[in-house]
């Protein structure tokens, strides 16, 4: 089994990356679906909204994004609270299809939890800040919320020296999917070993 993890700051690319990876035969962990399955149970619910200190209602989520604008530090009882249960889920997703070839990873802080040690290779998807912005805009984000996210999130360079390749996205779909697939015929051509780091812009 590979394990290949991942990552990038908000709105660059991520998901599509890994969709286009793990597509017809490959499998994905994705952080971000781990977590809206936690945000679907009730006792979860009501422990978030607990510690936040706000009501339960069907606007569950727009509650919590109000809460975490509100208090930035609300965002870190929330990650303190969330990060440790998606941890469990991963490692639970790595035992049940441990007769996969490949496993993908999309994990938006890998980096700044220190996740490294549970994958093969690592992947970052860097794109520029203004780029990100604007996709972030489209989607109908909210701008005070993607700075709030993105001041959580080291920094491109950083990052970049702490995976194994890194992929520009700075263009279109089309172009990311073709620097994709030249990674992943590399790859697949030398079992995802890479001594060196390697760039793709």
Do not use: W
């Amino acid at each position: 089994m590979i394990k290949i993890g991942i990552t990038g700051s908000i709105a660059s690319g991520k998901t599509s990356a890994v969709q286009f990876l793990a597509k017809n035969k490959r499998v994905i962990f994705s952080a971000d679906n781990a977590v809206k399955e936690l945000y679907r149970k009730n006792n979860l619910k009501k422990i978030i909204a607990k510690k936040l200190k706000f009501k339960i209602s069907p606007r569950f989520k727009k509650d919590l994004k109000n809460k975490i604008l509100q208090n930035k530090n609300n965002l870190k009882v929330l990650e303190k609270f969330v990060h440790p249960k998606v941890r469990q889920k991963m490692i639970r997703f790595i035992k049940d299809n441990k007769r996969q070839k490949f496993l993908f990873f999309e994990i938006p802080l890998l980096i700044e939890n220190n996740l490294q040690r549970y994958f093969d290779t690592t992947i970052f998807i860097q794109s520029n800040k203004s780029i990100r912005l604007k996709r972030f805009k489209i989607k109908n984000g909210n701008i005070d919320l993607f700075n709030l996210l993105n001041s959580q999130q080291l920094n491109n360079s950083k990052k970049k020296k702490k995976c194994d390749v890194t992929v520009t996205n700075n263009k279109t779909l089309i172009v990311l999917k073709k620097k994709l697939l030249t990674i992943m015929q590399t790859y697949e051509g030398n079992f995802f070993r890479y001594r060196n780091h390697r760039t793709f812009f």
